[in-house]
């Protein structure tokens, strides 16, 4: 299981080699979709440093709609072919779906034409990712950020009985935190698990305090697990706290039962 980070720019990418992290996470619509000239100069900046780009997430800016009576399906259309044909450049091999406010279901909008509509919205971006080298893994998401599909349990449900295409799941400790949700659900959807976030208390960096970390990585070990990891939290210094968050999270796999040299 590699430890990575999800960073915000390319500005971010060298406290990171720094702090011995093994990948970042790159958010497409903030930098891999920046205009102007941002994606070629992220581009140029990850091929000179030592840092690879194995994940991607906050795919899609809140205005593009994917569910209700607004979705601009040209307009969806290009906007994932450019993104996941600048993705593969990149060489990134997950792309994480949440996106909440782009898929939340407008007041009166009947949710079974809604959870259609995000089936499909599924299926077709995880179709043409394949042929990228990307899988697509939906990130559920608490409330607070959108009234579709907010836990592991219900995303896995969605996952094995619509047609999603080979779009696949992931797990974020901090969603999960929030919903209350419990950890066994790690092992009841391990098939369809290829990429997990963590974060500490109250969504800060990961460290001792987050007394659940431990038995996060522990469920995913015993589930046989066999993605990456990424922390995904808020800042206040990141160059300062990113070495210590790094260290601690290796530090909690190993705890965790993961060997030495394979965290």
């Known amino acids: 299981m590699r430890l990575g980070c999800c960073i915000s720019d390319g500005d971010q990418v060298a406290a990171l080699e720094r702090a011995g992290a093994e990948f970042c996470e790159l958010p497409v619509a903030r930098a891999v979709m920046a205009p102007d000239g941002g994606f070629e100069r992220l581009a140029s900046g990850l091929a000179a440093s030592r840092m690879p780009v194995r994940a ?51 007041e009166g909008f009947e ?85 997990v976030h963590v974060a500490g208390v109250a969504r800060r960096r990961p460290g001792p305090d987050a007394l659940d970390l431990e038995p996060f990585l522990r469920g995913l070990r015993a589930a046989g697990y066999a993605g990456d990891c990424s922390i995904e939290c808020q800042w206040t210094d990141f160059a300062a706290e990113v070495p210590h968050a790094v260290a601690d999270l290796r530090a909690a796999a190993l705890s965790a039962g993961w060997e030495e040299g394979h965290v």
């Open 111 to 195: 949710r079974e034409r809604a959870l259609d509509q995000f089936a499909g919205l599924l299926r077709g971006v995880s179709t043409v990712a394949a042929e990228h080298g990307v899988t697509v893994a939906l990130e559920p998401l608490r409330p607070a950020e959108t009234n579709l599909l907010n836990t592991v349990a219900e995303s896995a449900a969605f996952i094995r009985e619509r047609d999603v295409g080979p779009a696949r799941l992931l797990a974020d400790l901090y969603h999960m935190r929030e919903q209350g949700e419990d950890l066994d659900v790690l092992g009841e959807c391990a098939d369809l698990l290829v990429h």
């Open 56 to 106: 991607a997430n906050v795919f899609l800016p809140g205005d593009l709609r994917v569910v209700g009576p607004d979705v601009d399906a040209g307009r969806l259309r290009d906007y994932a072919a450019e993104a996941l044909a600048r993705l593969g450049r990149l060489g990134a091999g997950v792309l994480v779906i949440g996106s909440g406010k782009a898929r939340a279901v407008p």
